[in-house]
């Protein structure tokens, strides 16, 4: 599925907060990486984050 930039935002932000509040990791860390946003992106580019975005056709309530 092809995420839109806001959908993107939004998956790599709540992953991020819920590393920053110590969830564990779902890949392995590289060394150089200590900052959850960063971790984030990484798991996302890895589509290791199982976050599922429901979209609703316009118009319909």
């Known amino acids: 599925m092809e995420y839109t930039k806001f959908e993107k935002a939004s998956i790599i932000g709540a992953r991020a907060l819920q590393l920053a509040y110590g969830a564990p990791p779902l890949i392995k860390v590289p060394a150089h990486v200590y900052d959850p946003l960063e971790l984030a992106e990484i798991e ?5 984050i199982p976050i599922v975005v429901i979209r609703r056709r316009a118009g319909s309530s």
């Open 44 to 48: 996302y580019e890895e589509k290791a």
